[in-house]
């Protein structure tokens, strides 16, 4: 594991080493999670899946679905339940 020690500017920013923004394809604009816990920060770079991933997991989805013997009807009920849920 690396470790880099970063300062914290008075706006509560930090900069992130150029080898881990190279190491890890961390571009401008990117977008990171943060986690904390007692004294640990984790940060995680959010990455939107590509067309294929998304389509393999909707495929997936799908396939789960039909051995649960889910219909469309049933996953309609769903949204609607929810909708209703959102109004109150």
Same mark, same amino acid.
């Given at each position: #594991?690396? %470790?880099?020690?970063?300062?914290? =500017? =008075? &706006?509560?920013?930090?900069? *992130?080493? #150029? @080898? #881990?923004?190279?190491? *890890?394809?961390?571009?401008?604009? !990117?977008?990171?999670?943060?986690?904390?816990? !007692?004294? %640990?920060?984790? *940060?995680?770079? *959010? &990455?939107?899946?590509?067309?294929?991933?998304? =389509?393999?997991?909707? !495929?997936?989805?799908?396939?789960?679905?039909? @051995?649960?013997?889910?219909? #469309?009807?049933? %996953?309609? !009920?769903?949204?609607?339940? %929810?909708?209703?849920?959102?109004?109150?």
């Amino acid at each position: #594991m690396e %470790v880099d020690i970063v300062a914290v =500017s =008075s &706006r509560g920013q930090i900069v *992130l080493p #150029m @080898e #881990m923004r190279k190491k *890890l394809s961390i571009a401008d604009g !990117d977008r990171l999670a943060v986690f904390a816990t !007692d004294e %640990v920060i984790v *940060l995680k770079p *959010l &990455r939107l899946p590509t067309a294929k991933e998304f =389509s393999g997991w909707l !495929d997936e989805a799908q396939e789960w679905a039909k @051995e649960a013997g889910y219909e #469309m009807d049933d %996953v309609n !009920d769903v949204i609607r339940s %929810v909708r209703r849920r959102k109004k109150k």
